[in-house]
């Protein structure tokens, strides 16, 4: 998917079209009766914005976190959260799991030595209670300014959930009011990127395994897909781009998963559309000879888990025409000069940066002649949400000078995309200590379907 938290990818990007929210329930559409309505559709596929099985506990191991402000010289890190706005900050302090109100300003420092302290409001003075160290109660403005001071005591530079020049929005989470309340006080912020990556981003094995076992199910999901659509070609069977997702989302059911959205489905022209999502309204008819790419993503139900999302490309046909196969070798060829460089920088030690594997990905596509044609970024962070809060691969959309971290996944999809047709190739891979995974099989070439 070419590129959260709480939005699903085709939100992010603006589809307008985007109402799939939800949870696979175990109940199978009669299509024969007629087609799903959109508020049945939402129904099967569970929305993430709250997570059902995340628990009211700190995920933050304080010492570890210590250790890593002493290595950047940071005095500490603040998170601050008021009403949601920062979804990051409240997952780390354990506040997600429904069973605390958060209408008001919250704050937790962690201090590179020394005990944490946190500042709450007296209505909500118990959100905190599971997190070391000292606790201050304010209820009113005044006592909230005194206690943001006393906060801060001995404090020169923090990090926080803050982008510069809002450069990673994914990160950018501390609005610029908050923001002069602490540069107000003598203090410099600096960006939590590499710290949320150490301590949200990064995969456990556990993870990792149900990554494995979601990109398993999806590979399955995806062959289906294909030979299904191509049996309705060879038979003159009518079956539409909509018809075609809803049987995908009743397979996503069977193999366990759930996900934000029910997968792209998407011919020809609509190809075109990174982000094109079918409908009843508006679903075009699946015939011979047209370019067909599948887009899914999705996790399994089961605490902690984390995504696997893929795209491949068939061809209802014999035959691909030049055109589309050559744009094919062209992205073939971009995905895998960003696992070549993912791989050897693993493999060395070395730092590396997103926005370095975005270019190595799009230096191929621009020396093919496809410069013009690329609308995204290489590649996302996968987490337990789609989208996760680790580094994407961008220098496009966004400059990224987050590491590539031991213990984080991510897709690489690179893709062109023109009036007629479009292709993506899309990867996951996982950075290990001294090793970096593809996880899941590549696409060579655009799969002959008939």
Same mark, same amino acid.
């Given at each position: 998917?070419?590129?959260?938290?709480?939005?699903?990818?085709?939100?992010?990007?603006?589809?307008?079209?985007?109402?799939?929210?939800?949870?696979?329930?175990?109940?199978?559409?009669?299509?024969?009766?007629?087609?799903?309505?959109?508020?049945?559709?939402?129904?099967?596929?569970?929305?993430?914005?709250?997570?059902?099985?995340?628990?009211?506990?700190?995920?933050?191991?304080?010492?570890?976190?210590?250790?890593?402000?002493?290595?950047?010289?940071? &005095?500490?890190?603040?998170?601050?959260?008021?009403?949601?706005?920062?979804?990051?900050?409240?997952?780390?302090?354990?506040?997600?799991?429904?069973?605390?109100?958060?209408?008001?300003?919250?704050?937790?420092?962690?201090?590179?030595?020394?005990?944490?302290?946190?500042?709450?409001?007296?209505?909500?003075?118990?959100?905190? &209670?599971?997190?070391?160290?000292?606790?201050?109660?304010?209820?009113?403005?005044?006592?909230?300014?005194?206690?943001?001071?006393?906060?801060? @005591?001995?404090?020169?530079?923090?990090?926080?959930?803050?982008?510069? @020049?809002?450069?990673?929005?994914?990160?950018?989470?501390?609005?610029?009011?908050?923001?002069?309340?602490?540069?107000?006080?003598?203090?410099?912020?600096?960006?939590?990127?590499?710290?949320?990556?150490?301590?949200?981003?990064?995969?456990?094995?556990?993870?990792?395994?149900?990554?494995?076992?979601?990109?398993?199910?999806?590979?399955?999901?995806?062959?289906?897909?294909?030979?299904?659509?191509?049996?309705?070609?060879?038979?003159?069977?009518?079956?539409?781009?909509?018809?075609?997702?809803?049987?995908?989302?009743?397979?996503?059911?069977?193999?366990?998963?759930?996900?934000?959205?029910?997968?792209?489905?998407?011919?020809?022209?609509?190809?075109? @559309?990174?982000?094109?999502?079918?409908?009843?309204?508006?679903?075009?008819?699946?015939?011979?000879?047209?370019?067909?790419?599948?887009?899914?993503?999705?996790?399994?139900?089961?605490?902690?888990?984390?995504?696997?999302?893929?795209?491949?490309?068939?061809?209802?046909?014999?035959?691909?025409?030049?055109?589309?196969?050559?744009?094919?070798?062209?992205?073939?060829?971009?995905?895998?000069?960003?696992?070549?460089?993912?791989?050897?920088?693993?493999?060395?030690?070395?730092?590396?940066?997103?926005?370095?594997?975005?270019?190595?990905?799009?230096?191929?596509?621009?020396?093919?002649?496809?410069?013009?044609?690329?609308?995204?970024?290489?590649?996302?962070?996968?987490?337990?949400?789609?989208?996760? @809060?680790?580094?994407?691969?961008? &220098?496009?959309?966004?400059? &990224?000078?987050?590491?590539?971290?031991?213990?984080?996944?991510?897709?690489?999809?690179?893709?062109?995309?023109?009036?007629?047709?479009?292709?993506?190739?899309?990867?996951?891979?996982?950075?290990?200590?001294?090793?970096?995974?593809?996880?899941?099989?590549?696409?060579?070439?655009?799969?002959?379907?008939?």
């Amino acid at each position: 998917m070419p590129q959260r938290d709480s939005t699903s990818k085709c939100e992010e990007q603006g589809d307008g079209e985007s109402e799939f929210h939800g949870h696979i329930q175990q109940r199978t559409p009669d299509y024969r009766a007629g087609r799903l309505s959109r508020s049945s559709m939402r129904q099967k596929m569970h929305k993430l914005e709250r997570d059902p099985y995340t628990e009211d506990v700190m995920a933050l191991d304080v010492a570890a976190v210590q250790r890593s402000l002493r290595a950047e010289g940071l &005095d500490g890190w603040l998170l601050y959260d008021f009403h949601g706005s920062n979804p990051i900050a409240a997952r780390l302090a354990g506040l997600t799991g429904g069973a605390h109100m958060t209408t008001r300003r919250w704050y937790y420092l962690i201090p590179s030595s020394g005990e944490p302290r946190g500042l709450v409001h007296a209505i909500e003075r118990h959100n905190l &209670d599971a997190l070391p160290g000292e606790k201050t109660v304010y209820a009113g403005r005044d006592q909230l300014d005194a206690g943001l001071t006393h906060l801060l @005591n001995g404090m020169s530079r923090v990090a926080m959930e803050y982008s510069p @020049n809002g450069a990673i929005p994914y990160l950018s989470r501390v609005d610029a009011g908050t923001a002069e309340a602490i540069r107000g006080r003598g203090v410099e912020i600096v960006s939590s990127g590499d710290l949320v990556q150490q301590f949200e981003a990064a995969w456990t094995p556990a993870q990792l395994a149900t990554h494995r076992t979601a990109s398993e199910a999806l590979y399955r999901i995806k062959d289906r897909a294909f030979s299904t659509a191509a049996k309705a070609v060879r038979d003159g069977r009518a079956l539409s781009e909509y018809d075609l997702q809803l049987q995908m989302v009743d397979w996503f059911a069977e193999e366990g998963l759930i996900s934000d959205s029910a997968p792209v489905v998407a011919v020809d022209a609509n190809a075109g @559309n990174p982000h094109y999502l079918p409908t009843a309204e508006r679903s075009a008819a699946i015939k011979a000879d047209q370019v067909l790419l599948l887009d899914l993503w999705g996790k399994l139900t089961e605490p902690g888990a984390v995504f696997a999302d893929i795209t491949w490309v068939g061809m209802t046909g014999r035959a691909v025409p030049a055109e589309a196969a050559r744009a094919f070798d062209a992205i073939a060829g971009a995905r895998d000069a960003a696992v070549t460089l993912v791989e050897d920088a693993a493999r060395s030690g070395r730092d590396l940066r997103g926005w370095e594997v975005d270019r190595a990905a799009r230096a191929v596509l621009q020396q093919a002649g496809y410069g013009e044609r690329i609308l995204h970024r290489t590649g996302h962070s996968l987490g337990e949400s789609v989208h996760g @809060n680790g580094v994407h691969l961008d &220098d496009y959309e966004t400059h &990224d000078d987050r590491r590539v971290l031991p213990g984080t996944g991510f897709t690489i999809e690179p893709g062109v995309y023109f009036e007629t047709f479009g292709v993506r190739t899309e990867i996951n891979m996982y950075r290990g200590e001294h090793e970096a995974l593809v996880t899941g099989p590549r696409q060579t070439e655009i799969l002959r379907l008939l």
